[in-house]
């Protein structure tokens, strides 16, 4: 359908990625929605299940909202990411639906559905957006006619983490809510933080949380408030490193009182605005296929029933967002520092003729206990690896003084990498890290914001989450993160990334198997 097309029409749109069945009609507002979710009797969903739960209640949640089917002009349907057979048992009905009514199919990806109508509900233009739900976790960020992904889940996603605990502990599904519930009336207890620049992995923590001897609702208690600092951290860190000054929550684990009030906190503090769309919103449903599948055909964005396959695993990024390609949703809108003091993710940096004084500020969207422990640790490990790496061939600054929560180390003068992303540059970046893991030591953070180029060299700053590891997996990850990084800011990022790889091969022995390992982190599925 050509551009232009008047929208007095209604769009239908079926969701059934996982466990919630939904239609929706949209116009120019929201006009019906109806939903039918899969409840398992006991533990998780199985797939099969939920498929034969959607094909016994589709034609009732159809005919709930298909009331004007002479206005309706064209079908969307959630194409992926989800589960294969609730996919496909949506998309049969969509086709079908198709040809009934003589309208066009739309494919829709959920991931980019969750975000439209976030965007719609609450009238933010250009936001960072931290989309947590049961199969995924990613921060996501707009640039020249795709969502990049900033940063994702290594293993599974938020809720489904927290699924998993809750049926460890018989709790009824979903686990989120009564996790919550618990939390409230628990006390914090430590457990494992595992975040890798803008990545973050769950798996470690939902096991310490399960072996804890703490009474459950101190486990609660642990789990959410660790889990979701990690989740306020990577988008705090993309929000800084982007330049952007909005941020939305969205996906089913939004509806949780305390992660609203994490990421409020975290917004007021960085001067950004925050918004979460009305709860009916947030989890899978209906009217975020609509609406988009809406937009998408205002925009000649339609498939044909050849082209109309379930995909798995479809990405965010793999999306062309025709609909706001008159928007570069510009990246890097602020410029590196402001009258000699620079503000990144976790530290105030101020930089003086000669050094630079890295103050780590307490975050008050974290729990105190968990807040002075990353503060210490992670101020302590900086400076001790910056010294190592220094020694084994690495350009890093001179450190001049450590305490507990600030670092003095020699000002590095040259421009940060994020604004010079020419090949000749990331090939210098390469290099640094090549030496960096011959050193045994892998970054945890590396993105430009973090390199600097000076005299022909790439000095690598920020090791905040730096760690001693011989392993190929952490090298790899390593790497993953800067890909990703890279990826997500800048417009030739194959050149780039061949620019990298050939200085980071140069500098290291390893590197191929190190490089492998990257393609297959980059490939493992994070849906469920």
Known sequence: MPDGTPDEGLVLGLEGTAWNLSAALFGDDLVALHSAPYVPPKGGIHPREAAQHHASMMKEIVSRVLTEPDRVRAVAFSQGP???PSLRTVATAARALSIALGVPLVGVNHCVAHVEIGRWATGFSDPIVLYASGANTQVLGYL???????????????????????????LPHPGGPIIEQLAREG?????????????????????????????????????????????????????????????LLVGGVGANARLQEMLRIMCEDRGAAFAVPERTFLGDNGAMIAYTGKVM???????????????????????????????????????????????GAEAVVKIREAEVIKHRTSKHYRNPALDRRLITERTRAEARLIAHARRAGVPTPVIRDVTADTIVMERVEGEVLKYVTRPENIRLAGEA??????????????????????DGQCVLIDFGLASTSPEVEARGVDLHVFFQT?????????????AFVEGYAGAFGGAEEVLSREHEVELRGRYL
Request: charged share 25%; aromatic share 6%.
């Open 144 to 170: 020249n006619g795709r969502y990049r992904i900033f940063g994702e889940t290594l293993d599974i996603g938020l809720g489904n983490a927290l699924d998993k605990f809750a049926r460890g502990h018989d």
């Open 187 to 247: 006390d914090y207890i430590d457990l494992p933080y595992t975040v890798k620049g803008m990545d973050l992995a769950f798996s470690g923590l939902v096991s310490a949380a399960q072996e804890s001897a703490a009474k459950l609702e101190n486990a609660c208690a642990g789990l959410q408030e660790t889990a979701f600092a990690m989740c306020v951290e990577v988008t705090e860190r993309a929000l800084a490193h982007a330049g952007k000054d909005e941020v």
């Open 297 to 343: 055909l205002e925009h000649g964005v339609t498939l044909t029933l050849d082209e109309s396959q379930i995909r798995p695993g479809f990405r965010a990024d793999e999306v062309e967002v025709v609909w706001r390609e008159e928007e570069p949703g510009e990246i890097f809108a602020a410029g590196p520092h402001d009258g000699g003091v620079a503000r």
């Open 486 to 498: 890279l990826k997500s800011t800048t417009e030739n990022f194959e050149e780039l990334k061949a």
């Open 82 to 84: 989800g589960l294969g």
């Open 433 to 454: 890290v090549g030496r960096l893991h011959g050193a045994g030591i892998v970054h945890g953070d590396l993105t430009t914001s973090n390199m600097i180029v000076r």
